[in-house]
């Protein structure tokens, strides 16, 4: 088989990114390891920055995200039971919508089928070769026959587990990792949310979140153990918890059937560079982040859209300059973000250790600078609602 893109990983990135150069006229492959149906239930991010929704809509994806997404002007933060907001919209003139990440992915599989895209699901044995060469390929088995894939370029977009990033010899990569000691109790619950926007909480228990997906769904998060079995959270332990890490007064959070609880251990990680030769890292492959600044998928975003560009830059004109710079310039946003993301880590969860006392006497002093100084809460505001895209 021969593609100009051979993109491995059908998550957001990799299905963004395959429409993308499908609109600049170029051809690629999509590879995934997963079925269709388990790509499409995973769930996962909630929130888009204004510049990804911006830019789901200008790539002509957006239609129903703009009907059943719903856009926020602000969130909450909470201190034990200080509640506090902070107005995106008036601080910045941008706002958030929130959207299912699952959501975006069935939209973007969707359009990909009908604009007569290749997406082959349930692929195994994926091996990325001759990179640094100018005829790489990927080898694969489908459907019980082993194929090769040959290419211009290869994406590797097949997140933080897949077998891109390793192709990259040792010798010429650096990774950056920061392994933080809890982890987040996802929840996914059949209740209108309690609240019209998100609340992320600091209580003297550990860190909440409340999140939605619907009018119908709720979504939560409780800091947790990085390796937290299930079986210590029953559903009631879960609505207790809730209800006190989140609690303030005049306020209540309604309770309702538990549908999917999941346990995330939390990172902080980079691999740079984002290049070898003609394989092309976008995405969680490339890096990680703490998910408190709700940020992961909108880099995958902005990573793909500047490679789309580069390579249809590259087939237009035959200027390497796009591709020569996606490195270093997609990385100039991934440490912003990373700086970002640690930051509301550090803001609204328990680190434990012998300074416990210290830390949370920091973190009430950034709360209430964030109460008093219209400063501190622009740039809370301006880096969730995302900076510009490029
Ligand atoms: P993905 O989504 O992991 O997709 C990679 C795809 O590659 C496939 N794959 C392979 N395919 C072929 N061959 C192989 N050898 C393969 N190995 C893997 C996988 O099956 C998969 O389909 O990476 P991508 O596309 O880079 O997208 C990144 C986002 O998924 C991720 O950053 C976000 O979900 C992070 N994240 C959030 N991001 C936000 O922007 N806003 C949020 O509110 C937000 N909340 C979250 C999050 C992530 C969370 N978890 C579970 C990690 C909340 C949570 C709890
Ligand atoms: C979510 O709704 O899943 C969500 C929201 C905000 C975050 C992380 C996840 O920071």
Redesign the pocket.
Known sequence: MRTQVAI???????LLLSHLLHLHGIDSVV????SQEY?QHRV????LEQGTADLLREAGVGDRMQREGDVHDGVHLQFDEERLRIPFRELTGRGITVYG?QEVVRDLAERRRRDGGQVLFE?AD?GVHDVTTDRPFVRFTHEGVERELHADFVAG???????CRDTIPAGTRTVYERVYPFG?L?VLASVAPSCGELIYANHANGFALHSMRSAEVSRFYLQCAPDESLDEWPDERIWAELQTRLGTPGWTLHEGPIIDKTV?AMRSFVAEPLRHGRLFL????AHIVP?TG?????L?VSDVDRLADAVATYHRTGSTTGLDGYSAACLQRVWRVQNFSWWMTSLTHHFGGPDAAFERRLQRAQFDYLRTSTAAATTLAENYVGLPLR
């Open positions: 491995v990983g059908g998550g957001p990135a990799g590879l995934e390891r997963r790509v996962r991010a909630g929130v990440q692929v994926v977009c097949d997140g933080f587990h897949g077998i987040w996802g995330t976008a995405g969680d492959s998910p709700a940020k992961g998928l909108n995958a």
